[in-house]
Nanobody, 123 residues
């Protein structure tokens, strides 16, 4: 079992940047495919980005493509989401998630979740 803790959220003006981190403990991060998801009030949890175990494959939601970058540093057991050119519609709670076998964009396929970190983008 792996434990995940997100950090780096906060309040930022539109056009600004944030970097989210997801620290893993209990197991080595390289055992897992990782994903970032987000959930805004009244909305279902949606896929943001995913990355394969060793970073060789990344996939992004159309809404963030070209603005967000998912990366991982397995030596530090940490997953990152660099968010640039932030928009008010990016406001949500952001979650990292882990899955041992296979990469997927479906949140129901992930076994381990962090508690989330709030990202608020002002106009």
């Amino acid at each position: 079992q792996v434990q995940l803790v997100e950090s780096g959220g906060g309040l930022v003006q539109a056009g600004g940047s944030l970097r989210l981190s997801c620290a893993a403990s209990g197991r080595t991060l390289s055992n897992y495919n990782m994903g970032w998801f987000r959930q805004a009030p009244g909305k279902e949890r949606e896929f943001v980005a995913r990355i394969s175990r060793f970073g060789g494959s990344t996939v992004y939601a159309d809404s963030v493509k070209g603005r967000f970058t998912i990366s991982r540093d397995n030596a530090k057991n940490t997953l990152y989401l660099q968010m640039n050119s932030l928009k008010p519609e990016d406001t949500a709670v952001y979650y990292c998630a882990a899955r041992e076998f296979g990469a997927t964009a479906d949140p129901r396929d992930y076994d381990y979740w962090g508690q989330g970190t709030q990202v608020t983008v002002s106009s």
